[in-house]
């Protein structure tokens, strides 16, 4: 499939050595950008989450976009008992697991001159396919991320085919002991690899 991040861009660790090569990366959030340039080279050493970034073909010096990918886990002993049900609802012996296995987005950001371009939903599906490839090493059922509590980043990721992890900000805040009278800052969303599984996929077919 063509994609400008297929077609136009390199796939490289971000490391402080990528980023003495390339010009100083921002997608427009202090937050992020700090991230990405003081601690994720730290992050990658001590094992804490991976990070990467595509570079444009035509001028490497240039960093497209970036992101962290940790390994993670959705704790099922806890959750409310409608929302842990269509969790799991096609997951086999299911009651013999305490959590379910999950790749964590850790940061997301987009260079800010690449903006409106669909970049971002591109670098979700890259990491979709990434993560059910069958040479992939080992298993993950699901895709998270701590979405920021705003109405367009969660649009963002739910166009993407994210779904809140919990139904209510109250059931959140009980689930991760989060004072009632304090405002979420994020909100915990994900996305259900089986349905790109080359295996379901292939099943699926054949049904």
């Given at each position: 499939?063509k994609t400008f991040l ?74 409310p008992n ?126």
């Amino acid at each position: 499939m063509k994609t400008f991040l297929n077609d136009a861009c390199t796939l490289t660790p971000l490391t402080n050595d990528t980023l003495s090569q390339c010009q100083p990366f921002s997608c427009g959030d202090a937050d992020l950008d700090d991230f990405f340039l003081n601690s994720a080279d730290n992050y990658n050493r001590q094992l804490l989450g991976k990070s990467f970034c595509y570079r444009l073909n035509e001028n490497p010096s240039i960093i497209v976009c970036a992101f962290t990918l940790a390994n993670s886990s959705i704790d099922g002993r806890n959750l409310p008992n409608s929302r842990k049900k269509k969790l799991t609802e096609n997951i086999p012996h299911e009651k013999h697991l305490a959590g379910f296995p999950a790749t964590l987005i850790g940061r997301l950001g987009v260079n800010k001159d690449y903006g409106k371009r669909g970049i971002g939903t591109e670098l979700l599906d890259f990491m979709k396919l990434w993560l059910t490839d069958l040479d992939n090493k080992t298993a993950c059922r699901y895709l998270t991320v701590d979405a920021y509590n705003s109405e367009a980043t969660r649009k963002y990721y739910e166009s993407n085919g994210f779904k809140d992890l919990f139904s209510t900000e109250k059931q959140e805040k009980d689930y991760i002991g989060f004072p009632e009278e304090k405002e979420l800052k994020t909100r915990l969303m994900y996305f259900d690899l089986i349905r790109l599984s080359p295996t379901n996929l292939s099943q699926s077919i054949a049904e």
